[in-house]
């Protein structure tokens, strides 16, 4: 009996610390397959180039895998070479503090057939190394399972994505205009008043 | 009783006494009032008021102290407005740690040169177009930002607009020549600190705007470009005010009169001489270091620090970020109310140990910052920190007016510069590189506050002593005249250069604290009790 009593409550237990605890990133499975249309090395530009991406079940794993799986979302992630030096973007193994994914594309209900989704690249995609990969999450709206573009190193089949400047034609010339405005304001003012003084001391 | 000597309320103990060092006010038997003159506050001989309005615009006094710190408080404002929207900035720029370390660095480092140019400027063209100038001069550079497109250009406009800096130096010059000695320290203490708010006003101002901007339909990296031209219209809008509604000097402007200055013009040389040589000098330079420098390093890199720690939003990060510098419209004057009042009873030795644990303080919670790993801890930790810091500028100024006399400018001018230096220093050695995190950054800085506050155990007077020591046991060393006379030559002194010094020495005997030798008591006077 208190044996018994002894396993539920630690069934019990380790069921709260998973819940606890986020989801790590090499706790999940890698079931799903991903595919995207840009080449490895292609440069897409911000705000104009479409991104396909293509995912279903990989069907070597056993039926039943796909259980309990309830959503799909699709993101934009960085590639190792983007995260060097920016601690803002860094891969940790608690998916609730990791920031390697930070663009989203979609969310999708899940299917294990075959689907597609085109996604113009948006315009506040920072110019980096990009791979794509979606997380898969039951209904509790948890990370139980993935599929991403590239290999485990992150290595292969990468792309870049050339931003843009966010500059305008129109904002340059406002800033000449106020610029000059308020240099020739001031010397307007200096010689003016120096004008005056010297006159006033004639007079 | 009172006219029986001897008795009880018959002293003259205590009647005389020293007047006070901070006041809103001089007593007007103590500087002589000029009634001939037609200004809204009482004045003194040469027109500067004794009196300190704050919430009054009149011509010239108190309408020359509004400008100037409005003046101040804009170019804080520009010279930090990039620092809350980094993490839009970085990603439009590819930035890399390093890059927005060394823009940080290159925003304060500007400063340093400018500032020393700007007594130069005003002595020239008077502090309103010293102010003026600079203030419309580098409008431009901050509407250069809408240029900016890689961390190279990013860096050069964040140098220029740090130029801009300088303002501090035609805030205090103007103040001194519209207000009278007496009040010049509660005066300039409010315009710097009101100034410095400009640091933590950016944080709130620049993430609002974004957003606003962004509502009406921009993208995030054209937003915050659009943005910086805010900041650039209050500098010509300053800049406008100045000319037009300021003025040099009580009676009217540099140009327009012919001044005679009744201070004998001392050798720059000489002057630059006796504050290198004086070795408290370095050691005020090193202090302020860090508690200026760290405040303007801590500006720079606080928002994105809650930014990222934390996961908020980018207006969050930035209002956690101002009540770091808005701390200032209290804490700064705060330090310099505490140094005062710790003069009172204990002279020139409590203005040492107020500011020793305040500053120590501030590195404390800096370190304890760095480690908090929960929000709320994180801001009170900050909050703390913010006070520690600020206080200690304004303590540190409650000290610098009596290392010397003679060179009291060089020396408040080396000790700003200083301040820009340490905080060049810090974020250099703790926020550009990617070897540690921000976090472990704070914690760092909060150690090298601590040890770099230590040398003020080292500041000795002859006259006072220091924290530990007691004044020298040399009578004729021990005496505030010595002290300040000893920065002239004997031919200087025979040419009665050293006058001005001279009447400083006997107001500063209030820093012996609660041992100040009262006037004597009346010849015949018989205690009491004998």
Known sequence: ?203 | MADIEGSPGSSMHGVTGREPVLAFSVASSTVPTDTTAKFDLPVDSEHKAKKFKLFSLANPHMRTFHLSWISFFTCFVSTFAAAPLVPIIRDNLNLTKSDIGNAGVASVSGSIFSRLVMGAVCDLLGPRYGCAFLIMMSAPTVFCMSFVSSAGGYLAVRFMIGFSLATFVSCQYWMSTMFNTKIIGLVNGTAAGWGNMGGGATQLIMPLLYDIIRRTGSTPFTAWRIAFFIPGWLHVIMGILVMTLGQDLPDGNLSALQKKGEVAKDKFGKVLLYAVTNYRTWIFVLLYGYSMGVELSTDNVIAEYFYDRFDLKLHTAGTIAATFGMANIVARPFGGFASDYSARKFGMRGRLWTLWILQTLGGTFCLLLGRANSLPLAVTFMIIFSVGAQAACGATFGIIPFISRRSLGVISGMTGAGGNFGSGLTQLLFFTSSKYSTATGLSYMGIMIIACTLPVTLVHFPQWGSMFLPPTKDADKASEEHYYSSEYTEEEKKKGMHHNSLKFAETSRSERGSRVVSAPTPPNSTPNHV
């Not at chain 1, 190193?153 to 340059?172: P, Y």
């Open chain 1, 1 to 203: 009996m208190a044996i018994q009593g002894s396993i539920v409550a630690s069934i019990l237990l380790s069921y709260l610390v998973a819940a606890c605890y986020g989801a790590t990133f090499s706790s999940l499975q890698n079931t799903l397959v991903v595919t995207a249309s840009p080449q490895a090395g292609q440069v897409l530009k911000g705000g104009e180039d479409n991104i396909t991406v293509t995912w279903s079940l990989n069907n070597t794993f056993p039926a039943g895998t796909d259980s309990d799986y309830k959503t799909v979302k699709i993101k934009l992630c960085y590639a190792p070479i983007s995260q060097q030096d920016r601690a803002w973007r860094k891969t940790e193994e608690e998916l609730k503090r990791d920031k390697t994914c930070q663009h989203k594309i979609v969310a999708k209900p899940y299917s294990p057939s075959t689907n597609t989704f085109t996604w113009t690249v948006q315009r506040d995609v920072p110019t980096a190394t990009y791979f794509i990969r979606a997380y898969v999450h039951n209904s509790a709206d948890k990370e139980v399972a993935f599929g991403q573009t590239t290999d485990s190193h992150k290595a292969t089949n990468l792309f870049e994505v050339q931003a843009i400047s966010g500059r305008h034609v129109s904002l340059d010339i406002a800033s000449v205009c106020f610029s000059a405005f308020s240099v020739v304001a001031l010397f307007g003012f200096f010689f003016l008043e120096k004008r005056k003084a010297k006159a006033s001391q004639k007079s």
